[in-house]
């Protein structure tokens, strides 16, 4: 099994300089980990996709969730790049078509995440991304999504994790790629 | 400005872009002939036709940052900022995006609502592009060119990639020119 943490690769600390750390936002105590000014310096953000691109086009993914709306900016890239096809998961009543979704718990109660019905095929092979895991409740539903359907979820793809939220745990036993860690 | 009557007249990758798309009827509303691009995205050849034309178009034109409208707008947006090496500025829905914002209002059918986006994204002079997947009364887009013009931006153009046939020739929005792929795909047949 490869390692799950870029460690040695100069291009990682760029990126980690680039993120910008708000304090109390949305709300007093949260150290918010805000990625656009990744988005605004283009080599750190190609670098961003460049690493995530070389660690699964030989994996043979056939498709990229990303989860709405921070996952739809690297998701598609990484997609592209890699000739998958990209499914957005998204919050409720925002997909036109049939969707089924999977409910998740927020600090204060729950919320959900709906997919097409029929994007996802029996045998797919999916890759989860989102730009930051935190407690895992998001990704966990998004890998249940997908394998509702019957689709195996390979991997999950943050730029940010914040290991003392644990959420690496909550993933039903898939692996989890990030590139920077928050302590 | 539609990519028919600028060069693009016969290029089969405009089908193939037209034909990806899902038209859902009566979504959100009765009337609304919705169109889904989420089935062009999962195609991955005509969601990178629609990356390679934009592209194709902007890689010469020195645009230096890509705008795209949460959310769709942010799945086109940032292949296109990739690939023309500008940096990329999310459009927000209030209260999203951290840190000092300006926003804009616009009108919806009923009410208003407000776009956001980051005043330290955009530098003095920067040539913008504005993207978003469909342009329907070019309200959203509208909004996107104030923000970017009060931050100092000059916008260059707004790129979408279905627009209503009412966008056909020069037609400006607050007098920045718009360019889109394809028109709103139709229903094959009536479904009940």
Request: charged share 25%; with cysteine; net charge neutral.
């Amino acid at each position: 099994m490869s390692r799950n943490k870029q460690e040695e690769d100069p291009r990682i600390n760029g990126i980690k300089t680039k993120i910008r750390v708000v304090p109390d936002f949305p709300k007093k105590g949260i150290m918010f980990q805000d990625i656009t000014t990744v988005l605004l310096d283009p080599k750190a953000f190609k670098d961003t996709i460049d690493l995530f691109v070389e660690r699964y086009r030989d994996k043979n993914i056939s498709v990229v969730a990303g989860i709405e709306a921070r996952g739809f900016l690297f998701g598609p890239p990484i997609a592209l790049a890699i000739g998958a096809k990209f499914v957005p998961l998204r919050k409720p009543k925002k997909l036109p078509g049939e969707t089924i979704f999977e409910e998740y718990e927020l600090e204060y109660g729950n919320d959900r995440l709906e997919m097409h019905v029929g994007a996802v095929e029996v045998g797919d092979r999916a890759l989860v991304v989102d730009d930051l895991i935190a407690t895992g409740g998001t990704l966990c539903a998004a890998i249940k999504l997908l394998e509702r359907v019957g689709a195996e979820v390979v991997e999950c793809a943050c730029v940010i994790e914040l290991p003392e939220l644990k959420g690496r745990q909550r993933l039903k036993g898939k692996p989890l790629c990030m590139l920077v860690e928050y302590r | 400005m539609f990519a028919v009557e600028n060069g693009l007249q016969g290029d089969p990758r405009l089908q193939a872009i037209s034909d990806a798309i899902r038209v859902i009827p009566h979504f959100p509303k009765t009337g609304i002939m919705f169109q889904d691009i989420t089935t062009l995205l999962l195609d991955p050849v005509a969601f990178k036709h629609v990356v390679d034309i934009f592209v194709d178009r902007y890689k010469h034109m020195n645009i230096s940052l890509v705008a795209g409208v949460e959310a769709r707008g942010f799945i086109f947006g940032p292949p296109i900022a990739l690939a023309i090496g500008a940096k990329f500025v999310p459009l927000r829905k209030p209260g999203k995006l951290p840190g000092r914002v300006i926003s804009e209002e616009y009108e919806l059918e009923y009410g208003n609502d407000r776009l956001e986006m980051s005043v330290e994204a955009v530098k003095s002079h920067e040539r913008a592009l504005v993207i978003d997947d469909l342009v329907a009364t070019g309200g959203t887009l509208s909004a996107s060119i104030k923000l970017l013009e009060r931050a100092g931006a000059e916008v260059v153009e707004c790129a979408c990639v279905v627009g209503l046939p009412k966008f056909k020739g020069h037609c400006k929005l607050k007098g920045k020119p718009l360019y889109v792929l394809v028109e709103p795909s139709q229903l094959d047949e009536v479904t009940f």
